[in-house]
């Protein structure tokens, strides 16, 4: 069996104070802390944490299925397990999905050792639970992470690419530049040459050639 770390707080809901500590008495045990409420003041939105709900199907106004969906649509509470208290006649009007869920049911009245046993079931579902979301989020954190060092490789990958062109393009720049510099240098000191050779009149018809 999967222990929780630290003490464990079990929600219940009831419609009657007798049945709330009823319980909660049941239920006290050194690792459980129960908070009891009434169902006339319970309000799903306004559950922070807790690692276990019991409530009772037979509630006048219960919604089985809308609590569920309610659960569900909460990020915090999604995956905390609901024990169910119904009879036989609540029993076959629950919908079926909810038999597959982190639901489970236990029939009026309720036995001390099927409470804890099925608690303590549930529980652990709930642990298992969370670390099944929890090893999800580090799954879409390293595909996350993959697909930014991914990126980021391309991204090297065609800067090493441009620095590469940029670097031939160069070289084929350069020496047709440095034939056109030797070609220009050697011009101007023959033109000096010629331009000397004009100014003493010592050109000759082979310097010109």
Do not use: W
Request: with cysteine; net charge negative; proline share 3%.
């Amino acid at each position: 069996m999967i222990q929780a770390q630290g003490p464990i707080e079990v929600l219940i809901v009831e419609n009657k104070t007798n049945n709330l500590c009823s319980l909660a008495k049941m239920l006290q045990h050194k690792e459980y802390i129960t908070v009891s409420v009434l169902a006339d003041e319970f309000d799903i939105n306004a559950v922070i944490s807790c690692q276990l709900i019991i409530i009772d199907q037979a509630l006048g106004r219960f919604d089985s299925l809308g609590f569920y969906n309610s659960l569900k649509e909460n990020p915090t509470l999604r995956n905390i397990p609901v024990l169910l208290l119904c009879d036989l006649d609540s029993l076959e009007a629950l919908p079926l999905s909810l038999l597959s869920s982190n639901f489970d049911i236990l029939l009026l009245p309720v036995r001390q050792a099927e409470l804890l046993m099925r608690v303590s079931s549930l529980l652990s579902l709930g642990i298992l639970l969370k670390q099944k979301e929890e090893k999800s989020l580090e799954l879409d954190c390293c595909k996350q992470h993959r697909l930014d060092l991914h990126a980021q490789l391309i991204a090297s990958e065609k800067s090493a690419a441009l620095g590469r062109s940029v670097a031939g393009f160069s070289h084929e720049l350069n020496t047709p530049m440095g034939l056109c510099v030797t070609a220009a240098s050697y011009l101007a000191e023959n033109s000096k040459q010629v331009s000397k050779s004009l100014s003493d009149k010592s050109l000759s018809t082979q310097a010109v050639q």
